[in-house]
């Protein structure tokens, strides 16, 4: 009599799991209008080839998305991890300056403010 399989823990089915990554790359599925592949391709996301897996590896040049894989409305894409954390960062620099923003008018609306602890929480005094 064989042993049952032992799983981790239970955790719900995902249609959109992405199977053998290649190193290197961020992956995601994207809806398929073309203003936003359109978007994402200037961005540097690559279609994913259904066969081979290989993001940007295109079957025909004028119909580019035809090769890629595909759930529903959504294409599977992936961006080179160098551009993905040029991206991480660019979208710190943005979140540092809306953060800092808040904490200039919080500063002037309710008078000075100080950090509690190395958490970035704020007292106003």
């Known amino acids: ?7 981790d823990s239970w955790r719900p089915a995902s249609t959109l ?3 053998n990554k290649k190193t290197g790359y961020r992956y995601r599925f994207c809806n398929e209008e073309p203003e936003n592949v359109e978007r994402k391709e200037a961005e540097g996301w690559q279609f ?4 081979t ?14 090769g890629a894989k595909r759930h529903r409305e959504l294409v599977l894409m992936a961006l080179p991890e160098d551009v993905g954390k040029e991206r991480d960062k660019y979208f710190e620099g943005i979140s540092h300056r809306q953060e800092r923003g808040i904490y200039e008018q919080t500063k002037k609306d ?8 190395d958490t970035d929480k704020f007292v106003i005094e």
């Open 1 to 7: 009599m064989s042993k049952p399989h032992k799983r």
């Open 17 to 19: 799991d992405v199977r």
């Open 48 to 51: 994913v080839n259904r066969v």
């Open 53 to 66: 897996g290989l993001p940007g590896e295109l079957v025909d040049d004028e119909h580019k998305s035809d």
């Open 110 to 117: 309710l008078g000075p403010a100080r950090r509690t602890d």
